[in-house]
Nanobody, 117 residues
Framework: QVQLVESGGGLVQPGGSLRLSCAAS?????MGWYRQAPGKERELVAG???????NYADSVKGRFTISRDNAKNTVFLQMNILKPEDTAVYCC??????????????WGQGTQVTVSS
């Protein structure tokens, strides 16, 4: 099992910045952030592997940066130039392959990000 604890959400004006953090209870290779806005499906925002390979949703490229501190089992999401359409509940995610080859997902509790003037 992996426990994920998020922090850093809140209310910010358009054009502003926020930084989300997610601390895992142990080392895990694949981590990332998803978000879900009201009435919409959950979507991947950004992912990062233990060797620092990253991927981003097209809608956040150039504005968001995902990073990690492997010594602290923590992943970060720096969000800049925030837009109202970034408003959503952001959830930390971790994935690992378990016995039998299945991919197991772990989720944080979610943190609200609201972009509004």
């Amino acid at each position: 099992q992996v426990q994920l604890v998020e922090s850093g959400g809140g209310l910010v004006q358009p054009g502003g910045s926020l930084r989300l953090s997610c601390a895992a209870s142990r080392s895990i290779f694949n981590m990332g952030w998803y978000r879900q806005a009201p009435g919409k499906e959950r979507e991947l925002v950004a992912g990062i592997t233990g060797d620092y390979r990253t991927n981003y949703a097209d809608s956040v490229k150039g504005r968001f940066t995902i990073s990690r501190d492997n010594a602290k089992n923590t992943v970060f999401l720096q969000m800049n130039i925030l837009k109202p359409e970034d408003t959503a509940v952001y959830c930390c995610n971790a994935k690992e392959r378990v016995v039998g080859g299945e991919i197991k997902d772990y989720w944080g509790q979610g943190t609200q990000v609201t972009v509004s003037s």
